[in-house]
């Protein structure tokens, strides 16, 4: 008799429908009118710049606009880009806010999610919420194969829902000088494995049946015990933690490291895989208050490279986090996408999980997950040791506190007629403001997913009207009646900032469109970009993002400034989780103390509202 076959594992492959034809009825980015750009351009200057240089920007801007100028020109060239592609901007938006971007990606770039404790404190708790989660995230899949996810609206508008397909199975793959993205999903035979790592060794676990068929979490169980009992050394080579160091160098090391069949393999099935699931040792125990803080070092970078930083493959797009002590969570690589679809497909798994009880399955016998090898070479060692100490050092240096924020959430601001975004994004200016006495740039993403392959642009929260209420809510010589008016004017300019912005007519990613293409011309570049203020507004001490969830969650994410923060915020309708980050490497910035700032000035805000009287009509 003949040997039976063994029957490889199946992963359905995309059924094409709904998701092409409701993409090409999606209108492409705009390109704003040049003097439009320049005007808002002064007016976002005015509240962060000194007079002197202002004017000086000023004259470089007229001399920009001229009729037959350089700005003219390279409009013209903006403009044709726009009607020769799908998305003037999306290229080259992945290419410099990522691909090019040399820092690592840990801290600089790569967000984490702190998703609510767990109940269990043993391994077997762990394996279990574990088989969960991967079942939950396979039914999302599901929705993204058979290309039946709903899609999404802003304002009655539908949005792209290009980033969902971008997600699942990719990988971001480093260069010398430039790094790339790979995308497994879209191939013939699309991946049907994840991977598994725990006490730093990496496994292959394939998730469908030879028919196509899921696993179910009862069998996925058994698999991942078995993963468990066969990686108990804890005296592995972290190779993992070599996707942590500055880009070069890890370029560098990789083709070192992918020169040797056998390493090059297991990377590949790394980077194939359709999402990672980082088992994680338990971390140092603190106090309840503190846990979410831990946690969210934990989900940013491991804690280190004598925790779990070396638990981690830090180029995959999707690592989901669970700890044996309850904590878990997930990072992603920011390349393919934004927060908003994270979340979206977190909102989905945490349904599953609750839903989701054991069933027993008839048992088939399933193969051993396969475990991946590493050739380790002197050299390979000696980039291990390189990559422990630069992580070491930006784990000393990362401040996070996340706090919630208890006494209220949405429903304030909402009372009182106000957008919940702007009313917090007020705080925040005028906790800042009261730290240092002035104003700074500030950064808010926004979405510019009404457009085909849309990604983001900036929400400048600190204007004229935010400085001029900031400026008089400490003055006793203000009047209340007088504060409250200048409070509603500055959440409405900020209501006003992010429409204009998510309709494509912000000033930030039209700039820097404007900047390459004087690039790609090869012309020389133009006074306004080598201008000081240009440099001023691009220096964000306040980089800020909401991400709302109905999950009680928190992103978080490092400064883009050395001496600036990073504040994630999810507004919930009756609190506020937020996460603030610094560095300690600057004497000037202290998390806490922003935290604190910023408790303060929303309660503040919201005394300030409850206790004047509306003048009467």
Not at 21 to 36: D, F, I, M, T
Request: net charge positive.
């Amino acid at each position: 008799a003949g040997k039976k076959e063994k029957k490889m594992p199946v992963a359905p492959t995309r059924i094409p429908g709904r998701y092409l034809s409701h993409q090409e009825g999606l209108p492409k980015l705009p390109v704003p009118s040049l003097q439009q750009t320049c005007e808002r351009y002064l007016a976002i200057l005015e509240p962060i710049v000194d007079e002197e240089e202002l004017s000086h920007t000023k004259e470089l801007l007229a001399e920009f606009q001229k009729a037959g100028g350089v700005g003219e020109r390279l409009q013209k060239g903006l403009e044709r880009r726009a009607r020769k592609t799908e998305n003037w901007l999306s290229d080259w938006w992945l290419t410099t806010a990522y691909l090019d971007y040399r820092m690592p990606v840990v801290v600089h770039s790569s967000p984490g999610v702190v998703l609510p404790r767990l109940e269990f404190s043993d391994r077997q708790g762990q394996m279990r919420f574990a088989a969960k989660l991967i079942a939950g995230v396979l039914d999302f899949k599901t929705m993204i194969d058979n290309e039946t996810l709903p899609v999404e609206y802003l304002g009655g508008k539908q949005l792209c829902m290009n980033q969902y397909y971008q997600v699942l199975s990719s990988c971001r793959i480093p260069g010398l000088k430039r790094d790339s993205v790979v995308n497994h999903a879209h191939r013939s035979r699309p991946p049907a494995h994840i991977t598994v790592v725990h006490n730093f060794q990496f496994f292959v676990l394939d998730v469908y049946n030879s028919d196509g068929t899921p696993l179910t979490v009862d069998q996925l169980y058994m698999q991942l015990e078995k993963v468990w009992s066969s990686s108990l050394q804890t005296n592995k080579e972290p190779i993992g933690i070599l996707t942590s160091n500055q880009r070069n160098s890890w370029g560098k090391a990789y083709n070192n490291l992918i020169k040797d069949k056998t390493n090059k393999d297991s990377v590949q099935a790394i980077q194939k895989s359709i999402f990672t699931v980082c088992l994680d040792a338990p971390m140092p125990c603190v106090s309840d208050e503190l846990y979410r803080s831990r946690a969210a070092v934990q989900m940013l970078h491991g804690g280190g490279s004598r925790w779990n930083s070396g638990n981690r493959w830090f180029d995959k797009t999707l690592q989901f986090i669970i700890g044996e002590d309850g904590s878990c969570g997930l990072m992603y690589e920011h390349a393919p996408a934004e927060g908003p679809p994270i979340v979206s497909l977190i909102d989905h798994v945490v349904e599953y999980t609750k839903k989701s009880e054991m069933v027993r399955t008839p048992m088939v016998p399933l193969p051993m997950p396969l475990k991946l090898r590493f050739n380790i070479t002197p050299e390979i060692k000696k980039d291990i040791e390189k990559a422990k100490q630069n992580m070491n050092i930006m784990v000393h240096d990362l401040d996070v506190k996340v706090i919630v924020f208890s006494h209220f959430g949405k429903n304030v601001p909402k009372t009182h007629k106000m957008s919940p975004d702007a009313f917090i994004q007020m705080g925040l200016q005028l906790a800042y403001y009261r730290m240092y006495q002035r104003c700074c740039a500030t950064y808010e993403s926004a979405s510019l997913r009404m457009f085909k392959l849309g990604r983001t642009d900036t929400i400048r929260s600190c204007s004229i009207d935010s400085a001029n209420f900031v400026k008089a809510m400490d003055d006793p010589s203000k009047q209340k009646i007088e504060k409250v008016t200048l409070l509603e004017k500055a959440v409405k300019a900020h209501r006003a900032y992010t429409d204009m912005a998510i309709h494509g007519q912000a000033i930030d990613r039209h700039l820097l469109g404007l900047k390459l293409q004087a690039i790609e011309d090869l012309t020389s570049m133009p006074e306004i970009f080598m201008d000081t203020s240009y440099a001023v507004a691009n220096h964000y001490n306040l980089s800020t993002s909401q991400v709302p969830a109905k999950t009680d969650c928190v992103m978080c994410f490092g400064p883009v400034a050395p001496d600036g923060y990073g504040v994630c915020y999810n507004p919930m309708a009756e609190h506020i989780n937020f996460a603030v980050s610094a560095f300690n490497s600057c004497n000037e910035t202290n998390a806490a103390h922003m935290a604190q700032r910023l408790e303060e000035a929303l309660l503040d805000m919201r005394m300030l509202l409850e206790s004047t009287p509306k003048a009467k009509l």
